[in-house]
């Protein structure tokens, strides 16, 4: 297989086929090194190495089950222009060179590409970068250049994926089982987008294909917005396409984080929600699990709807299920899925215990979710849901503290750098572990400058949507006032508002200012 630009080769072989002292591959004039690793489940061997004067970073991944995969990956560090003969590269995404086979090998068994791994989509769509350079892999499909060389799809399949991220694709889908989707269409100019807000009505929502984090996408308001974030987003999408769809602000936004093995069993791991409405970016919301505030039937209702999806999709592997919930009745709309272990990924398999990594990739190689024991309780199979007696709270970590002058708005585009996992007996516990440990010299969500204003001024900074709005509800709280007048600004869940009041008039109890709570 001739390395190329935008290709990622996964090569397997058996344990005893690997030379002692591990494998050296070289890629252009870099070598790269290989090890074998003992034990289960994925292992990052990374360091610098040189293209030239250039230098990149290099990851290794490795499995377990009797199988060494090896995935090569050259990554461009920030700054730095990569030198001649690499290709067009696009943005500032990574370059990712192939590993060729080496000779002298033994029997190599064949060349794989895993679909998504560790976190991102190693092939495609994948993480790797939020330019168009991330489409190079999942374009190689298309001309039948893998297929050609003898490479195949680990897990998810390419038309899966595609039908997952291709905006058009996967209104369609959702049209063909009866999931509800919002009233939306495709657009490829600026021009379209226009058409489509006029027919459908301001504000909207623009989400390009093909991209993480929300990249290139933002809310409009009106013509002149949608004109400046249509065309972000159809520059950040690598097939210049975006969705325009009707904003519904104020809904709940529900995630489910789900498994699928080869065979159609399938599995809810996590159920997660954000304390932050929709037009919040998950990234960047407060998002508690498992879910706090759903009625049984609404809980059972998007649950099913989400392991439909990602059964017609063909989804194998991990996934991730967004949906949002009006308040108000039992109806609900598909947002977005994303066929691959992602970001929200890490935080339902470190919040459940079930390791959504390793069961992705011993699915990609071929397991079944019955066969692969329950790292848990060491006992029972995947094929388990787990239950929580606990209750977990993600914090996003911002990076405004050391960009003091950057705008703090948040919207569909992620701004946070981090995140922050805090595991408590109730809400009121697991978030202050949180605020504690954001870095941020809190150990209260009372935010000084916050108490310097006016009432007045309280309510109209809680029309903000910003990296501070939760430290103003607080301080909203604790002033008395309604949780009717909070609630119509903001659509926090009354629950949280509740929880939240609890936690202010503990602080107020601590330093004098209430009797005791009875």
């Known amino acids: 297989c001739s390395p190329l630009v935008g290709d990622r080769v996964e090569v397997s072989f058996d344990a005893h086929d690997r030379p002692e002292g591990g494998v050296l591959y070289t890629v252009g004039a870099v070598e790269v090194k290989a090890r074998q690793v003992e034990g289960h489940g994925l292992v990052r061997v990374g360091g610098l190495v040189h293209l030239g004067a250039q230098p990149y970073q290099h990851i290794l991944l490795t499995s377990g089950g009797g199988i060494v995969e090896l995935v090569g990956r050259l990554e461009r560090l920030p700054g730095f222009v990569p030198p001649q003969g690499l290709g067009d590269l696009h943005g500032n995404g990574p370059v990712i060179v192939s590993l060729g086979v080496p000779e002298g090998m033994g029997r190599a068994q064949g060349h794989r590409v895993r679909a998504a791994v560790g976190g991102r989509a190693l092939f495609g769509h994948g993480g790797l970068s939020a330019g168009r350079g991330e489409g190079h892999g999942l374009a190689l499909l298309v001309p039948g250049h893998l297929q050609a060389q003898g490479v195949r799809l680990l897990g998810t399949d390419a038309a899966a994926i595609s039908r997952a991220e291709d905006r058009e694709l996967f209104k369609e889908a959702m049209a063909e089982i009866g999931q509800p989707v919002i009233a939306s269409d495709i657009a490829e100019t600026v021009d379209q987008a226009l058409a489509v807000a006029e027919k459908i009505g301001y504000p909207v929502i623009v989400r390009p294909a093909f991209t993480l984090g929300g990249a290139g996408g933002g809310a409009a308001k009106d013509p002149d917005e949608l004109k400046i974030i249509a065309g972000t987003g159809l520059d950040a999408s690598p097939i210049t396409q975006i969705l325009v769809e ?143 007696d606990y209750i977990v709270v993600k914090y996003p970590k911002w990076p405004f503290d050391k960009f003091v002058y950057a705008d703090k708005s948040l919207g569909t ?36 400058p916050f108490e310097e204003l006016s009432d007045d001024e309280i309510v109209d900074h809680m029309h903000v949507q910003d990296a501070e709005r939760v430290f103003c509800v607080y301080e909203a709280l604790k002033r008395g006032i309604d949780h009717e007048t909070i609630y119509r600004i903001t659509k926090i869940d009354w629950w949280f508002l509740d929880k939240m009041q609890h936690l202010a008039d503990l602080e107020k109890q601590n330093n004098n200012e209430l009797p005791p709570c009875t």
Request: one cysteine or more; charged letters at 20%; proline letters at 3%.
């Open 246 to 388: 009707k904003a519904i602000f104020g809904w709940k936004e529900i995630e489910f984080e789900t498994m699928r093995d080869s065979v159609g069993n399938v599995i809810a791991v996590c159920s997660m929600e954000n304390l932050d409405p929709v037009g919040v970016h998950t990234g960047d919301s407060i998002v508690v699990a498992p879910t706090q505030t759903l009625a049984d039937k609404e809980f059972q209702m998007l649950r099913k709807a989400s392991l439909d999806i990602i059964t017609h999709l063909g989804i194998v592997g991990g996934c991730n299920v967004q949906l949002a919930l009006n308040p108000e009745s039992f109806e609900y709309a598909v947002i977005e899925v994303n066929p691959r272990v992602s970001r929200s990924s890490a935080l339902a398999s470190k919040a459940t215990g079930y390791p959504i990594a390793k069961v992705a990739t011993k699915i990609a190689i071929g397991y079944t979710l019955d066969e692969i024991t329950n790292d848990v309780t060491g006992k029972t199979c995947a094929c388990f849901e787990p239950a929580l």
């Open 413 to 448: 585009q992620m701004m946070a750098t981090g995140e922050v996992m805090s595991i408590g007996n109730s809400f009121e516990a697991a978030m202050m572990k949180a605020v504690s440990s954001i870095e941020l010299g809190m150990d209260t969500l009372t935010h000084k």
